[in-house]
């Protein structure tokens, strides 16, 4: 008599599990077991797959190091590199030279009329300055 088993989901997420097997002689016409025995077995990977496994936990680290290794120096870079474009700077002045301008009903003011500004305006031109500095703090 020959038994074979076998597992059928051979995965890697299954690697190390242990299974347990019972395993009960009886004659085919008795019910009354000759005798049991139990069988503990492991899913290993074979040694292909672990040698694909190192190699990979291998490039996870390597690729691991280098993002560190970039992330360390990044902020370097930003400082040389980077910082807020003329236009932004431009647009930030201008607002705030909009915040600066006399309201709509201001009586004594040496600035011409067309050039005071409605409280709708300076709302708009307060959260544009504001996105801005949002921008400028980011980078």
Do not use: W
């Not at 597992?7 to 097997?21: A, L, P």
């Not at 002045?93 to 305006?121: F, K, R």
Request: aromatic share 6%; glycine share 4%; proline share 4%.
């Amino acid at each position: 008599m020959r038994s074979v088993i076998r597992h059928r989901d051979v995965r890697s997420c299954h690697y190390g599990v242990t299974d347990k097997f019972r395993l009960q002689v009886s004659e085919q016409s008795q019910r009354k077991a000759l005798g049991r025995k139990e069988v503990v077995a492991t899913l290993l990977p074979s040694a292909k797959e672990q040698q694909k496994e190192e190699e990979e936990k291998r490039i996870k680290e390597h690729l691991t190091e280098s993002l560190f290794f970039e992330q360390s120096f990044q902020p370097e870079n930003r400082t040389v590199s980077s910082g807020p474009s003329l236009l932004t700077v431009f647009l930030g002045v201008v607002c705030i030279a909009a915040l600066m301008l006399p309201t709509l009903g201001d009586v004594e003011s040496l600035v011409p009329l067309y050039l005071h500004l409605s409280v709708n305006q300076k709302l708009v031109a307060a959260y544009i300055l504001g996105l801005i500095t949002m921008a400028i703090l980011r980078t």
